[in-house]
């Protein structure tokens, strides 16, 4: 049975300060992997899809890493800003339906 | 639409009635997916669908739940007889195809007193 674990739970971190959000999996063998944000009381935000043979993904002031052989994937932010405040989940695709989340890493960017 | 289309947005019933909620996904996608988030609870698949193929429905909790969809579209999610650990979040997703980048709808917030 896939797990997902997202480090840490919490983190709080002043505005201009670059940070890594990290997850792991325990079964490799996965379609692909994707990063959220979830903001309070709203749905889900897709922030980067990464494939199985791809080893990052990069938008903006984000970039995404996979290691699908350790079963670890990284969500790194520059630069992190007030805006940026919301849960981040990471979610790994095990069969075509199926997507595993973590229980998410809370970011607070305080001014 | 632009993105994934949930309804009703809030809905407080009575413990013992049926409800229903609807999806509407993006236009053109194949796949649709229904998940719940329960209070303080991580993401729960409940069931996928793709194009005409039979859904997959391993992940609903119990015979009280189903869900169909219609022409490949819209979906609607049944709860049957609701009960008080019903109350959660339920979110649509859809995507281009299987193995595409998922969008979620904004939720159906589901009280049952």
């Known amino acids: 049975k896939q797990e997902v674990t997202q480090i840490p739970a919490a983190l709080s971190v002043p505005e201009g300060e670059n940070l890594v959000l990290n997850c792991s999996f325990t079964d490799s063998a996965i379609y692909n992997l994707q990063w959220f944000r979830q903001d309070p009381g709203k749905g889900l935000t897709s922030l980067l899809l990464i494939q199985s043979s791809q080893r990052e993904q990069t938008s903006g002031r984000l970039n995404a890493s996979l290691d699908k052989s350790s079963g670890r994937s990284t969500l790194y932010i520059a630069a992190s800003q007030p805006g940026d405040s919301a849960t981040y989940l990471c979610?790994?695709?095990?069969?075509?339906?199926?997507?595993?989340f973590g229980q998410g890493t809370i970011l607070t960017v305080h001014p | 639409g632009a993105g994934v289309s949930q309804s009703p947005s809030n809905k407080v019933t009575e413990k013992g009635k049926d409800v229903e909620l609807r999806c509407d996904p993006i236009?053109?996608?194949?796949?649709l997916y229904w998940y719940r988030q329960s209070l303080g609870q991580g993401l729960e698949f409940l069931i996928y669908f793709q194009g005409n193929s039979a859904p997959d429905k391993s992940g609903l909790p119990s015979d009280r739940f189903s869900a169909e969809r219609t022409g490949g579209s819209v979906s609607t999610l049944t709860i049957q007889r609701t009960q008080q650990e019903d109350s959660a979040v339920y979110l649509c997703?859809?995507?281009?195809?299987?193995?595409?980048?998922?969008?979620f709808g904004e939720g159906s917030w589901l009280t049952v007193v």
């Open positions: 979610a790994v695709r095990t069969s075509y339906g199926k997507l595993t």
């Open positions: 997703a859809s995507s281009l195809e299987a193995e595409d980048t998922i969008y």
């Open positions: 236009s053109g996608h194949t796949a």
